[in-house]
């Protein structure tokens, strides 16, 4: 069961918490990150690409000529994809590109993800992330107290600390049920806030 340094926002020693090493020391299963930060890229794809085809192209109604003895080639619309201004052939048309993986491959992925932070050593766990208003100042001064500047960090209903960080650069704040895959590999380092490690277990072991 891995053990883990607990600090307070001057990055001094407070504590220690025993880590669940069902979550936190699982074998890395790199190809399921993958899959699952694919999905969730795949989910965020907006899919409006749109052509016309020949029939909602404008126009087209009548034969351009007659079919006969004018010496030139057949033609019954306008609208053909031969013409220029006439329909697009097998072009793009609006589609959903999410699709889901099933619960455990999810929940492997992100006990790979977690752990995988973990063994990087890019893991702090913080007794609290207190700030008494909202203050980016004071969010940017705590960062570089602990040492981070590229974060992810995980509390729980910590409205202050989520509006002070919004505008900070490479930084993220999302509560222990919005943890995910990609975010975790896309920031380089880790926060966790102590009290949000019990509901991250939970999530993951239910």
């Known amino acids: ?55 909602k192209v404008r126009g087209g109604g009548a034969k351009p000529w007659r079919q006969k003895g004018t010496g030139r080639a057949r033609v019954g619309s306008r609208r053909s994809p031969l013409w220029v201004g006439g329909g697009t052939v097998f072009g793009p048309t609006p589609r959903d590109y999410s699709y889901s993986l099933p619960k455990k491959v999810k929940k492997a992925a992100l006990k790979s993800a977690l752990t995988l932070r973990l063994k990087e050593n890019k893991v702090i766990i913080l ?47 999302l509560p222990p049920e919005g943890i995910n895959v990609h975010d975790i590999i896309k920031y380089e380092n880790l926060i966790l806030v102590k009290p949000s490690i019990e509901r991250i277990e939970e999530r993951l072991l239910s």
Do not use: W
């Open 1 to 55: 069961m891995p053990v883990k340094d607990v600090y307070n926002i001057e990055k001094e020693k407070v504590a220690e918490v025993y880590l669940n090493d069902e979550v936190f020391d699982v074998e890395i299963k790199e190809h399921l990150i993958s899959d699952v930060i694919i999905m969730q890229q795949a989910g965020k794809r907006r899919g409006t690409a749109c052509t016309k085809n020949r029939a």
């Open 127 to 173: 007794d609290n992330y207190k700030l008494d208003e909202i203050k980016t100042k004071a969010f940017v001064r705590i960062l570089k107290n602990l040492g981070v500047e590229n974060v992810l960090v995980v509390d729980a209903n910590n409205f202050n600390l989520t509006r002070s960080a919004r505008n900070v650069k490479n930084t993220r704040v």
